[in-house]
């Protein structure tokens, strides 16, 4: 589904739109939510050829665009699948990765659906999947897409009549709409999705689940239509679709009366210019049957004829075969048999034509086609992986010689100095001569041990593909059907996978800490740790926890790293959720202390004892514990958080007990003062 409705605000010459754009954009929308899509159209294409530097954004969407008419508006599917691979040969150049990764999922649905309209089924379930595999990517994960896919193939298994399956997949879909929020583009899909599953239980015989869902549907649109006041057209079209879906119920429920009531009133919307007269038409075939069925030949007659005066502006090959197939039983009724024959005849020849077409989508094994994509998809990856991981052996086998280099020449260094502070010792006439060869032998030292933090930095970086992939694949595997002995085997591998990765981020931080300059910019800390609460809330539910939030009366800048405080502070609330119980309170207060900010955060956890309090901020500490609820702890976060601070001319420190929890209080200067840290008891923390 392209999502036509929702832009960013920010400029940007690659993964964002430009203002003058988004005026475009209003514009257009304006003339089609008014029924004027070509006059939208005409106007997109005369103000864009006036635009001197549109961003490769823009021009995705103004093909994005002429897709949605060609595709949905004029069903020119040739048309439409040119305008989508304009799309993806675009997004090919946007090198914002958020934007490149839903642009895929975007325009690989668009091409598939054109290509689905071709029947060309092969080529649109390859495209269907490389959607799908867009939306799973775990570094920019994206239900909407996972949803649109479960959505396409809730259709195909509806035109192929395998009603249940369709079901789950429209089930599963609205799950994945089910919190995307209230653009009109979600809310519409939420109240297509309940139809469709409606019209599901009504394949399978359970008319009364039919009907709750219909229901709803209607419901739906009826309590939100006061969001959308511009989306008039499309919330009483949808309406009409609904109408008509729901008297198919009564029609089989021989309950005429209801189901000509519905089906008047879907046709009343859905014949107005602009709306889905398709479905209209359908409806009014519907109409007739009934008509037919209960003699009453007056008025199907004056309808046949208005739908024969239709189809010459609407042209719709299904309502136009049972429109002879009606026809031609009232003749039969009327025992005008030749008449009867002709029409019979007509319908026989376009229904087999239907039929024909449709059986080429019966053919197709959608199913056994995506399991292929996957398992190439997986054999990819494991060639690419094999590769890398060859290159990443030779190139740690380097560095591990080159470790081994540096630490002869520490030794060497080492013994080299002792020997040099023993002569010292003896020759104390040339003192002055030997402590310059000793500050030159120290430095020579700090020169190494810089060295080898430098290829500790690489050696981790280099280690952290290898493993990333190795996590990646094993969570493939984890998917695959495997005996409950190989799956422990497997998650055993992805669980240390993820483990070794979260460690080998956290020594690429610790040891970039002294290398890398701080960029300093005034910050709100109430707006900066308020982001910082907001974002762990969802960690914490997992444990039924809550985070109660205190700030400042007033905003208040400080002049730090908004990146690097902000790890401080989400750090911190981190441990208090791991070292926390289950259904706990952890308590985040901000509070101004003579010239300086305290932040302080408290839980109600299993404490520190007073053995370890020492060695807490130490890096590799062996005051490391597990969580609560098992959670890895590799005793680094703490010692990356006061060197961050320390380079902030902050303090940090903690008050403990094995009774009430811990309290983890930063200072940091306010106004450009240089601080000392504040007592715990100039801030007030309540019991959490």
Same mark, same amino acid.
């Given at each position: 589904?392209?999502? /036509?409705?929702?832009?960013s605000?920010k400029?940007?010459d690659?993964g ?8 475009i954009i209003? @514009?257009?929308?304006d ?7 070509k006059d ?6 005369s +103000?864009?050829?006036q635009m001197v530097?549109?961003?490769?954004q ?6 994005? /665009?002429?897709?949605?008419y060609?595709?949905k508006?004029?069903? =020119?599917? #040739?048309?439409?699948l040119?305008?989508a691979?304009?799309?993806?040969a675009?997004n @090919?150049?946007?090198t914002?990765?958020v ?19 071709l029947?060309q089924?092969?080529d649109?379930?390859e495209? *269907?999947y490389q959607?799908? *595999?867009?939306g799973?990517?775990?570094?920019? /994960? ?6 649109d896919?479960t959505?396409?193939m ?6 192929k ?19 995307s929020?209230?653009?009109?583009v $979600?809310?519409y899909?939420? =109240?297509?999705?309940l139809?469709n599953?409606g019209?599901c $239980?009504?394949?399978?015989?359970m008319p ?5 869902? /219909? ?5 739906l649109?009826?309590?939100?239509a ?11 079209a949808? &309406? ?8 198919d119920?009564?029609?089989?429920? #021989?309950d005429?009366a209801? +189901?000509?009531?519905l ?10 210019p ?5 479905d209209?038409?359908l ?10 069925n209960?003699?009453?030949h ?5 309808l046949?004829?208005?739908?024969r005066r239709q ?7 299904d ?9 031609g ?11 009867? %024959?002709?029409h019979i005849?007509t ?5 087999d ?21 996957? @398992? ?5 990856l ?11 052996l030779? !190139?740690?086998?380097?560095f ?6 540096? %630490?002869?020449l520490?030794y ?5 100095? &002792?020997?040099?502070?023993k002569?010292?010792?003896?020759l104390n006439?040339?003192?002055?001569e ?7 032998a120290?430095?020579e030292?700090?020169?190494s ?15 952290r ?10 969570t493939i595997m984890? #998917?695959?059907?495997y005996t409950?002995? =190989? @799956?422990?085997?497997?998650?055993l !591998?992805?669980?240390t996978s ?5 460690? %080998?981020n ?5 040891t970039n800490?002294n ?16 982001n910082s !609460?907001?974002l762990l809330?969802?960690k914490?539910? #997992? ?8 700030t400042?009366?007033k905003p208040?800048?400080?002049y ?6 902000? &790890? ?16 706990g ?6 509070a101004?202390v003579?010239?300086?900010?305290v ?9 520190i004892p ?5 060695k807490v901020?130490?890096?590799?500490t062996s005051?490391?514990r ?8 590799f005793?680094?976060g703490l010692?990356?958080?006061? =060197? ?11 008050e ?7 309290t $983890? ?13 504040g007592s715990?008891q100039e801030?007030s923390?309540?019991?959490?």
């Open positions: 589904m392209l999502n /036509f409705t929702a832009c605000q400029k940007s690659d964002e739109h430009s203002e003058e754009f988004l005026a209003k @514009k257009t929308e003339f089609w939510n008014k029924g004027k899509i939208g159209l005409d106007y997109m294409d +103000a864009f050829n530097h549109p961003t490769l823009d021009r995705y969407r103004f093909y994005g /665009f002429h897709y949605v060609y595709q508006t004029v069903s =020119q599917f #040739e048309s439409a040119k305008y691979d304009s799309m993806v675009v @090919k150049k946007i914002n990765p934007t490149h990764s839903r642009n895929t999922a975007d325009a690989s649905f668009a091409r598939g659906d054109a290509l689905f309209e029947k089924y092969a649109a379930y495209s *269907y959607g799908y *595999y867009a799973k990517d775990q570094a920019h /994960f994206n239900p909407e897409a996972l949803g896919y959505y396409r809730g259709m195909i298994m509806y035109k009549g395998h009603f249940k399956l369709a079901l789950t997949y429209f089930k599963d879909t609205y799950k994945f709409f089910k919190n929020g209230d653009d009109f $979600f809310f899909r939420r =109240q297509e999705l139809d599953v019209l $239980f009504r394949k399978i015989d009364d689940s039919a009907l709750v869902y /219909f229901n709803k549907a209607v419901d649109i009826n309590k939100n006061y969001r959308y006041p511009d989306r008039k057209l499309h919330l009483e949808a &309406r009409g679709v609904v109408y008509g879906n729901m008297a119920v009564y029609i089989k429920k #021989e005429y209801s +189901a000509i009531s089906l008047k009133k879907s046709i009343a919307i859905n014949l107005k602009g709306y889905d007269n398709n209209a038409e409806s009014e075939i519907k109409l007739g049957q009934i008509y037919l209960t003699n009453q007056d008025s199907l007659l004056n046949l004829n208005n739908l189809f010459d502006t609407v042209r719709n090959a309502a136009e075969a049972d429109y002879n197939r009606l026809l039983n009232y003749y039969v009724k009327q025992n005008k048999l030749k008449e009867a %024959i002709a005849q319908y026989n020849v376009m229904k034509s239907l039929v024909k077409r449709a059986s080429l989508l019966l053919e197709t094994d959608v199913n056994q086609q995506l399991a292929t994509y996957e @398992k190439q998809h997986e054999i990819d494991l060639n690419n992986n094999s590769k890398l991981q060859t290159i990443y030779y !190139v740690s086998v380097f591990a010689v080159m470790a081994l280099v540096i %630490i002869f520490i060497r260094n080492f013994k080299q100095s &002792r020997k040099e502070v002569t010292v010792n003896l006439l040339q003192i002055n030997k402590n310059s060869e000793l500050e030159k120290l430095n030292l700090n020169n041990s810089q060295e080898k933090d430098r290829i500790l930095r690489t050696v981790a970086h280099d280690l593909n290898p493993i990333g992939g190795i996590a990646s694949l094993t984890a #998917e695959d059907d409950d002995e =190989q @799956k422990e085997m497997i998650n !591998v992805k669980e993820l483990n070794s990765l979260e460690l %080998i956290e020594i690429l931080e610790a800490l290398s890398v300059e701080l960029n300093l910019e005034n910050i709100d800390i109430n707006s900066l740790v308020s !609460v907001e809330r969802f914490a539910a #997992e444990k039924g926890q809550i985070i109660l939030l205190e400042l009366d208040c800048e400080l730090i790293s908004r990146e690097k405080i902000w &790890r401080v502070i989400s750090n911190l609330i981190s441990n208090a959720i791991k070292f926390s119980p289950t259904g309170s952890i308590f985040v207060k901000v101004e003579g010239p300086k900010v932040i302080a955060v408290k839980d109600n956890g299993i404490g007073d053995n370890l309090k020492d901020f130490n890096m590799f005051a490391q597990p969580g609560t609820a098992g959670e890895k702890s005793g680094l010692s990356i958080c006061r =060197q961050i601070i320390e380079k902030h001319h902050g303090k940090i420190w903690f403990s007990n094995q009774d009430s929890g811990t $983890f209080f930063v200072s940091l200067p306010a106004a450009n003062a240089q601080l000392s840290a715990p801030i923390i309540p019991a959490t």
